[in-house]
């Protein structure tokens, strides 16, 4: 199993940056992809970063693109996301999450392991 926790979140004001952290824990070599979704009230949980652990290639939803950055250590099973110039829109609770395949899929039912989620409020 995969034990995955979330950090980081929190308010801040349009335009301003927040950093989210995920730590894992317990069988961490099977995690070939880590990524992060969102959710806002009334929506779907989407996929708006991923990165793959061997080659480090990335995948940004076109909402996020230019604004978040994900990073990955693998030597430290921790994944994170640079979010900048945020906006009110990105205002959703945010969660970590772990693939046991090589393939970044958009559907959150594809993946096999979830964080708690962290809330991250944008005020305009």
């Known amino acids: 199993q995969v034990q995955l926790v979330e950090s980081g979140g929190g308010l801040v004001q349009a335009g301003g940056s927040l950093r989210l952290s995920c730590a894992a824990s317990?069988?961490?070599?099977?995690?070939?992809?880590m990524g992060w979704f969102r959710q806002a009230p009334g929506k779907e949980r989407e996929l708006i970063a991923a990165v793959r652990r061997s080659s480090g290639s990335t995948y940004y939803a076109d909402s996020v693109k230019g604004r978040f950055t994900i990073s990955r250590n693998n030597a430290k099973n921790t994944v994170t996301l640079q979010m900048n110039s945020l906006e009110p829109e990105d205002t959703a609770v945010y969660y970590c999450?772990?693939?046991?395949?090589?393939?970044?899929?958009?559907?959150?039912?594809?993946?096999?392991?979830w964080g708690q989620g962290t809330q991250v409020t944008v005020s305009s």
């Open positions: 317990g069988r961490t070599f099977s995690m070939y992809v």
């Open positions: 999450a772990a693939r046991d395949d090589m393939i970044i899929m958009v559907s959150p039912r594809a993946w096999d392991y």
